[in-house]
């Protein structure tokens, strides 16, 4: 845990690549990353000077939410993982990219089941929405890498269709 705060770069890329392998593991051992309370020093290295860092801990929490419960999920959007995952959206890797996106449609399908049980709206189609991501998506909707371009029509077409019928379509005379 105080791997993580450590000052040198190489020492946090490598913890940040550790945690990941666990979080790409079972559910109880993702519940272990949680009950250490990596889950905020993860969030924190997304915002990282140092982007090596920042990709390790990207793939942290796409592995999180790719294997973990709606719960476990709820942990760490609950640490603040969605605007720092949007701000990665800018970045020019497309298997990144691909990863990020994978990683908020995660998010977001996991909204949905916390509506279907609890009722309500799907807060993490507003957190994203809130931080810009919508705006990020749909400039991705051009890109010229296939998955990309799928993952974000897919996340658009899925918790945000609603928003896009509401906007005034602008007609070209």
Known sequence: C??????K????????????????????????VIDAG???LIVK???????EVKK?????????TNGGTKEQIYQVVSAGCIPPMKAFLEIQDARLLAVVLEGLENILASGVDMVKEHGGTNEYVQALKLCGGLDAIEVLQASQND??????????????????????VSENP
């Open 2 to 7: 105080s791997l993580m705060n450590h000052s």
């Open 9 to 32: 770069r190489n020492v946090k890329k490598e913890c940040c690549w550790a945690i990941s392998n666990i979080t790409a593991g079972t559910k109880p051992q993702i519940q272990a």
């Open 56 to 64: 390790e801990a990207m793939w942290a929490i796409s592995n999180l």
């Open 147 to 168: 998955d990309v371009y799928q993952k974000a029509v897919s996340i658009i077409k899925n918790y945000f269709e609603e928003d896009m019928e509401k906007e005034p």
């Open 38 to 40: 990596l889950c905020p």
């Open 45 to 51: 290295a997304l915002d990282a000077a140092e982007f």
